[in-house]
Nanobody, 123 residues
């Protein structure tokens, strides 16, 4: 599967962005999808996860209540709605896919990655 992330940009603190990740391939609905982010000088960090069915999701504590991950298997797209953005959310955001669904918080479990989209939150 090939992934293409988009939707990043510059936003003021308190604002919102919706990231999209479009996937190619007819088997998208079988993949577990994740969003990760990496700020300058920091390690890649798990942000959110969604099961292939869309029923199960999880988030890093720092975004719980502010972000929502969703997917539309008919459109081969996964979304990350981010609200109440903070300067510490500034990072390059990556979408990723894996088939196994194990250790979904670990970036090393994902075999497929999008190119990343920059999110910058100004104070």
């Amino acid at each position: 599967v090939q992934l293409q992330a988009s939707g990043g940009g510059l936003v003021q603190a308190g604002g919102s962005l919706r990231l999209s990740c479009a996937a190619s391939g007819r088997t998208f609905s079988t993949y577990y999808m994740g969003w990760f982010r990496q700020a300058p000088g920091k390690e890649r960090e798990f942000v959110a996860y969604i099961r292939w069915s869309g029923v199960s999701t999880d988030y890093v504590d720092s975004v719980k209540g502010r972000c929502t991950i969703s997917r539309d298997n008919a459109k081969n797209t996964v979304y990350l709605q981010m609200n109440s953005l903070k300067p510490e959310d500034t990072a390059v955001y990556y979408c990723a896919a894996q088939l196994a669904g194990s250790d979904y918080y670990s970036w090393s479990r994902y075999g497929y990655w999008g190119q990343g989209t920059q999110v910058t939150v100004s104070s």
